[in-house]
């Protein structure tokens, strides 16, 4: 059973920064393509950030880029999202989502592609 689980969220002021982590279970890491989505009340889930098996493709929502960073380490099975500059308007619950492509330069851009999903963190973004 694949097992995702979020940390690193919580309350910070505009303008501050933050760094989400994934760690996903049983190995190997490598086999998963990896995303990063949130969910603010009220709205659709919305992708943030995709990267690779291999780590050499990523990529990112038009409303994060410049700002957030999806960055992953194979030794260690975990995803990370390196989130700067941070509006209110960032505010949601995050959620790592792990999908199985065959290509190692695979990204995944739509939820349906995922398999696997964690139990997501709050961050919470003050003005």
């Known amino acids: 059973q694949v097992q995702l689980v979020e940390s690193g969220g919580g309350l910070v002021q505009a303008g501050g920064s933050l760094k989400l982590s994934c760690a996903a279970s049983?190995?190997?890491?490598?086999?998963?393509?990896m995303g990063w989505f949130r969910q603010a009340p009220g709205k659709k889930r919305e992708f943030i950030a995709a990267?690779?098996?291999?780590?050499?493709?990523?990529n990112y929502a038009d409303s994060v880029k410049g700002r957030f960073t999806i960055a992953r380490d194979n030794a260690n099975n975990t995803v990370s999202l390196q989130m700067n500059s941070l509006k209110p308007e960032d505010t949601a619950v995050y959620y790592c989502?792990?999908?199985?492509?065959?290509?190692?330069?695979?990204?995944?851009?739509?939820?349906?592609?995922?398999?696997?999903w964690g139990q997501g963190t709050q961050v919470t973004v003050s003005s």
């Open positions: 989502a792990a999908g199985t492509p065959l290509y190692l330069g695979t990204i995944y851009g739509r939820g349906s592609e995922y398999d696997y």
């Open positions: 990267i690779s098996r291999g780590g050499s493709t990523t």
């Open positions: 049983p190995p190997p890491f490598r086999r998963f393509a």
